[in-house]
């Protein structure tokens, strides 16, 4: 399929559901464009209620067939799909750059995480052990078995547009559910080409569905539909909890995977060098429009300058442009509201009294008309009542403040409603092990920025979620524990 042709034309996916492609009901459509210059890069069906039943009908008549499977089985079609995408990977990360705005290596790491979480869960899925349990009470016995949950809902944002397909995907059929999925607006080209690659590898019709077009109401269907059992949301802490309250009209299972505001410690005994180099690399990747992305920077006060010397250096030098390019190592925001955002975040807190050490403006120049680029900024002496200190950046703005005692950053860094990830930086491993452990997140990196892999488990404490993606606990967020009482003679 080509996404944009040479001849001019507009790529025009369809919807997927049933094992078949299908424009919306109503027959509206959007256009979905490419951040780095405006230009359209596909034309995606406007579905709403009545197409979300549909794929909800077909989800709900694939569930016997498909959770009757053995688990072997399920495994083998996952390989097939993770096959496909082995193939396909340099086309699919093309079209995530040309539709999300992140430099292909980053586009590329999305496929490899989609194809890791496909293999893992096909592996894990066969080892869903239930358990015989020593009977308190003779002539008894209790067994448990784990069974699928059934037809999922699945709504997922447009930051991470293809591996988040994925993370939710892959557990939930290895697991025998089935599932309908809703991608952002934004990003849906990509979730109708990854729909493409789901048909071609042969799932059975209708145990993955691909539906796009409007938010709420494909979500109402997802919340009132009895026959959906779970939702499993990523995407701001608002929707989620507006979900939430609707699931729990129903008490349907959920998983949420919310906001983060994540605090990176610089402590005064790190490794300066590559400690700003991980920093960076973390503060500008998908250009600062990662949840688990650096949003509050706490530099000891002893290394405080030279921190701030280096990652203006850095971030000075960074090469921003349309991600299809080589070299490029930040692309786009993923639209205009987003960098006014960031805009609007920036200001206050040079209002606040912040000093602006790099960028702090869009980008200028010819290379950047029509493009949403916003430069690789450093702000200094931010003080703790600026916005950005509160609220999750979603840009490429680094934002330091200073400390100078362990219990003092401890209480900063936690002193925030969410509880994601937050990141240590220290050559004391003893004061790894005690802030790790204090820290009020789901995830710490010591030393470390990379946090996710298929086999950990990812999630947040507070207002960033419940339950987890990836690892052994991605794999129960889909399962059910039935307890089997047996009278034995
Ligand atoms: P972001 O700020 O990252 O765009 P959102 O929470 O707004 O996060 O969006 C994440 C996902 O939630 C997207 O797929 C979006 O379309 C969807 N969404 C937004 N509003 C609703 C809603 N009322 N009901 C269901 N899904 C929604």
Redesign the pocket.
């Known amino acids: 399929m080509s996404q944009n042709g040479s001849n001019g034309s507009v790529a025009e996916p369809l919807m997927m559901y049933g094992g078949a492609f299908h424009p919306a009901i109503g027959g509206e459509t959007f256009v979905s464009t490419n951040p780095a210059d405006g230009s359209i890069v596909a034309r995606i069906p406007f579905g709403g209620e009545e197409d979300a039943r549909r794929a909800v009908d077909a989800a709900v008549e694939a569930f016997p067939g498909w959770s009757g499977l053995t688990a072997a089985a399920r495994a083998k079609h996952l390989h097939r799909v993770a096959d496909l995408l082995e193939e396909q990977r340099n086309e699919i990360a093309l079209l995530i750059t040309q539709e999300e705005g992140k430099p292909q290596v980053e586009a590329q790491g999305e496929l490899q995480l989609s194809i890791d979480s496909l293999r893992w869960y096909a592996e894990e899925a066969r080892r869903a052990y239930g358990s015989w349990i020593p009977d308190p009470m003779p002539g008894r016995r209790l067994l448990t078995v784990r069974q699928p949950v059934g037809v999922c809902g699945a709504?997922?944002?447009?930051?991470v547009p293809c591996a988040m397909i994925f993370r939710k995907a892959a557990p939930a059929l290895a697991a025998g559910c089935t599932m309908v999925l809703?991608?952002?607006?934004a990003t849906s080209a990509i979730a109708l080409r990854v729909a493409k690659v789901f048909v071609e590898a042969g799932l059975p019709a209708g145990v993955i569905n691909v539906v796009t077009g409007k938010?709420?109401a494909i979500?109402n269907v997802f919340l009132n539909d009895d026959r959906v059992r779970k939702i499993s949301f990523t995407?701001?802490t608002?929707?989620g909890r507006?979900?939430l309250r609707g699931a729990a009209e129903r008490v349907k299972r959920v998983s949420m995977e919310l906001g983060g505001n994540a605090p990176v410690i610089l402590f005064e005994d790190c490794d300066i060098e590559a400690s700003v180099r991980a920093v960076a690399a973390l503060k500008y990747l998908n250009a600062g429009q990662a949840c688990i992305g650096a949003n509050r920077l706490y530099v000891h006060e002893a290394i405080y300058d030279e921190v701030a010397d280096r990652l203006e250096q850095l971030a000075t030098a960074m090469q921003v442009g349309d991600g299809t390019q080589a070299g490029i190592q930040m692309g786009p925001l993923v639209d205009f509201k987003a960098v006014e955002k960031v805009e609007e975040l920036v200001a206050d807190a040079i209002q606040c009294g912040a000093k602006v050490r790099a960028g702090g403006s869009r980008m200028q120049g010819q290379a950047y008309e029509n493009g949403s680029f916003y430069a690789p900024t450093v702000l200094t002496d931010v003080p703790a009542n600026a916005r950005l200190c509160r609220e999750e950046i979603f840009g490429p703005v680094a934002a330091l403040y200073r400390f100078s005692s362990e219990e003092e950053v401890l209480h900063v860094a936690n002193n925030v409603e969410y509880g994601l990830s937050a990141y240590i930086f220290t050559e004391n491993m003893d004061r790894a092990i005690r802030v790790a452990e204090r820290l009020e997140t789901g995830m710490v990196g010591v030393n470390e920025i990379r946090i996710g892999a298929a086999e950990a488990p990812f999630g947040g404490v507070k207002e960033s979620g419940l339950g987890r993606e990836g690892g052994r606990e991605g794999l129960d967020e889909y399962l059910e524990t039935k307890l089997i009482a047996m009278r034995v003679k």
């Open positions: 709504i997922i944002p447009w930051n809703k991608p952002a607006e938010a709420s979500g995407g701001s608002e929707i507006l979900l």
